[in-house]
């Protein structure tokens, strides 16, 4: 059975806070995909572990041979578009058996961008 | 009449496709609220212009008594939780006649990360 997992890569900081929502996240597409799905882990480009290549061994030594890596960004700069593709070649070089797929960014994908709006507008209401 | 602002507060990167989905969300935000609503404005930490001073002086000059801060951020860590409480007392102390309030950040909200929930669904799907 192929089993496809998703690592959701976030920038880290060093207040561990910062990563509340980042599990929540998490926490909330385990239980969107069900429990019979692949696994679901987060992953960091600094301050935070693990990084990604640790997250991918993981999920490969865990059985994925798909996986699915979602930056959880507003915008797209230069840790997207440069750090991160020099990052999934190495993983890609390390598990040529693995497929590593990378998406878009979440934060420029429109249904999030409409969900930011509504919250916008509800606190602008309070 | 009183006249209410939003401004959209980001990060800020030295790539200036970084801020497309900014003005994107700003767009989106303006529509939401329609024409007689008061305005939009992005602001930014670093890296790009306007920083919060010159976005709220912004909107005070054109008639704002009331400037409601929204974070666009994943994640509420120094930036959120230490950078932006000083510049906002800041911008109190240089406009004392305006109301500015500061929301949690975007990222925080759960109807966002469930946003970002079923975007990781799509993208794990195709």
Chains 1, 2 share one sequence.
Request: net charge neutral; charged share 20%.
């Amino acid at each position: 059975m192929s089993t496809h997992g998703i690592i959701l890569f976030g920038h880290g900081a060093r207040d561990p806070r910062w990563a509340e929502p980042f599990q929540r996240l998490a926490d909330k597409l385990r239980a969107a995909r069900g429990a019979t799905a692949g696994p679901v882990s987060l992953a960091f480009l600094e301050l935070m572990t693990p990084n990604l290549p640790a997250a991918v061994a993981e999920q490969a030594a865990s059985g994925c041979t798909r996986i699915t890596v979602v930056p959880v960004f507003f915008g797209q700069g230069g840790h997207v578009r440069r750090d991160l593709p020099n990052v999934i070649d190495v993983c890609r070089a390390a598990h040529p058996g693995v497929e590593i797929r990378c998406a878009v960014a979440a934060g420029e994908d429109d249904a999030v961008l409409d969900a930011v709006v509504q919250y916008c507008v509800l606190e602008a209401a309070r």
